[in-house]
C-alpha cells in the first residue's frame, strides 16, 4: 500500500509564491517519475511539469520559467515551487508517481489527494 502526503497548498496573492511538495510512502521497488498535474474547476486536469528518475524535466507551456520542479529520489518526493503565481494558476494540484512495487509487477501510476491552490487579491 502506498500513500502521498502532500503539503503547501493554500491561498497566495497574484505574484507571489507557493511551494508544494508530495512524498511517496509505502513499497517502492523503483521509481520512474513523479509530476504535479492540476485541475481547476470546469476544466481538464492537466499536466504542469514532471521529473523522470534520471533528473529530465518537463513542463506545461504556461508554467514556463515560473515553475521549478525537483526531487528527492532517496525520500521519494517531488516539489514544485511557483513563483510568479497567476490567477489562472487557481487548481486543485495532484501529485502523481509511476513505480513499481516490486520486481514482478509492472509500473504503475497512482495519484496523491490533491492540495488546492488559490491565487487571489
Known amino acids: 500500500q502506498v500513500q502521498f502526503v502532500e503539503s503547501g497548498g493554500g491561498l497566495v496573492q497574484p505574484g507571489g509564491s507557493l511551494r508544494l511538495s508530495c512524498a511517496a510512502r509505502g513499497r517502492i521497488f523503483r521509481l520512474y517519475a513523479m509530476s504535479w498535474y492540476r485541475q481547476a474547476p470546469g476544466k481538464q486536469r492537466e499536466l504542469v511539469a514532471a521529473?523522470?528518475?534520471?533528473?529530465?524535466?518537463n513542463y506545461a507551456d504556461s508554467v514556463k520559467g515560473r515553475f521549478t520542479i525537483s526531487g528527492d529520489n532517496s525520500k521519494n518526493t517531488v516539489y514544485l515551487q511557483m513563483n510568479s503565481l497567476k490567477p489562472e494558476d487557481t487548481a486543485v494540484y495532484y501529485c502523481n508517481a509511476v513505480f513499481q512495487v516490486d520486481v514482478v509487477t509492472s509500473r504503475q501510476e497512482y495519484w496523491g489527494q490533491g492540495t488546492q491552490v488559490t491565487v487571489s487579491s
Open positions: 521529473i523522470l528518475s534520471g533528473g529530465r524535466t
